[in-house]
């Protein structure tokens, strides 16, 4: 396979099942979803416990990208099994994946992307570099940090305030057009787009 038919593979981390759709946990799914959109398909069910989508990304002709859309039907902190799987059945070298997930650590709706790096305490990211090493590409989507004294894996498990969605969509949108940006772009390209 030539290196322009490699495919890459973007996963949206979430947890399946309609009572976690509107976490801040499931940002991840959302943004696959609109990619989904984008490609113009929909997600189909892969025997690596996987939905997942084939199309293209990016600007038609030369600045489209081969793309395999995913998103795990295991739970989040089981994502690596999934993935690896994904890996393995569409022979996408690890410099090829996109992770994109929520962070506690940024702002609400900010994005930061990058490549490698540790897991912040992210059990889906966790699970994926325990998998296949850190060294994948990450669209980290701001969630901000839970208020007060409310334990983490409470706020990640709630959906979004009603303040958070008036503007989930653009920031969403915003997220889909950096994945769009790295994969045909670069990611230093996209950093300098997107990292906010």
Known sequence: MSDADTPWLVVGLGNPGPQYAANRHNVGFLVA???AERIGGRFRTHRARAQ?????????GTGSRRVVLAKPMSYMNLSGGPVTALRDFYKVPVDRLV???????????????KRGG???GHNGLKSVTKALGPDYHRVRFGIGRPPGRMPVADFVLKDFS????KELDYFVDRAAD???CLLVEGLERAQGAYNS
């Open 52 to 60: 997942v989508l084939e199309g293209r990304l990016g600007v038609p």
């Open 118 to 120: 540790g897991d912040n």
């Open 99 to 113: 992770v994109v997930h929520d962070e506690l650590d940024i702002d609400y709706g900010a994005l930061r992307l």
């Open 33 to 35: 979803d609109l990619l």
């Open 162 to 165: 009603s303040t958070e969605r």
């Open 178 to 180: 950096a994945v769009e």
